[in-house]
């Protein structure tokens, strides 16, 4: 079976500093790996995606993720928060062999604090 | 283009009524999910179409929940003799197709359920 735990329900920074999201999974095999954020009564909003390659993976909005096999882990992070990024953040992951189930974490709220 | 829609965006129902949940995908998108979001939780998987497969109902929480995809286009989800345990968002995401696990889902703004 397919997991994946945001250890933390709430992240809280202030403008301008780096912030962190973390994620961690369990999968068999391959894991491909998303991030996905969502603003309130909104649907969720795909940032970035980690399929094979660099570790090193860029996204929307100046978001990136670095994807860890050793960890298992693949957390977000950008370099400067913004007020803007105030929202609930997910992360996701599926194996091709069984491609129509995303297996989703709890969410992480983001607070960036002017 | 026009992205994934849902209606009705809201929906208050009795208990034990039955309620359908549409979906419109980004056209040309095989593939469409469905997923619940209850309070404070995470998105729970219900049901994967991909083209003119069979249908992944693995997620599917009881008989009283099914769903359609007519034409490999919308698709319905629906709730029979509704339950307040039911009360939740409901989201559909529709993808490519074309690439497995790898392709983006994208996600309606959803459908927000409350059974009475």
């Known amino acids: 079976a397919q997991s994946v735990a945001q250890p933390e329900d709430q992240v809280n920074v202030a403008e301008g500093n780096p912030l962190t999201v973390k994620c961690t999974y369990s999968?068999?095999?391959?894991?491909?790996l998303f991030w996905y954020v969502q603003y309130p009564n909104r649907g969720l909003q795909f940032l970035l995606k980690y399929i094979t390659g660099d570790n090193l993976v860029k996204g929307s909005y100046g978001f990136e993720a670095e994807f860890n096999k050793s960890q298992t882990s693949f957390h977000l992070k950008k370099p400067s928060a913004l007020v803007s990024d105030s929202a609930l953040y997910f992360c996701?992951?599926?194996?091709?062999?069984?491609?129509?189930?995303?297996?989703f974490g709890d969410g992480t709220t983001l607070t960036v604090k002017p | 283009g026009a992205g994934v829609s849902q209606s009705p965006s809201n929906k208050v129902t009795e208990k034990g009524k039955d309620v359908e949940l549409r979906c419109d995908p980004i056209?040309?998108?095989?593939?469409l999910y469905w997923y619940r979001q209850s309070l404070g939780q995470g998105l729970e998987f219900l049901i994967y179409?991909?083209?003119?497969?069979?249908?992944?109902k693995s997620g599917l929480p009881s008989d009283r929940f099914s769903a359609e995809r007519t034409g490999g286009s919308v698709s319905t989800l629906t709730i029979q003799r509704t339950q307040q345990e039911d009360s939740a968002v409901y989201l559909c995401?529709?993808?490519?197709?074309?690439?497995?696990?790898?392709?983006?889902?994208?996600f309606g703004p959803g459908t927000r359920l409350t059974v009475l």
């Open positions: 056209s040309g998108h095989t593939a």
């Open positions: 179409f991909q083209g003119n497969s069979a249908p992944d």
């Open positions: 996701a992951v599926r194996v091709n062999t069984n491609a129509g189930k995303s297996t």
């Open positions: 999968v068999s095999g391959n894991p491909y």
């Open positions: 995401a529709s993808s490519l197709g074309s690439l497995g696990g790898t392709d983006t889902q994208y």
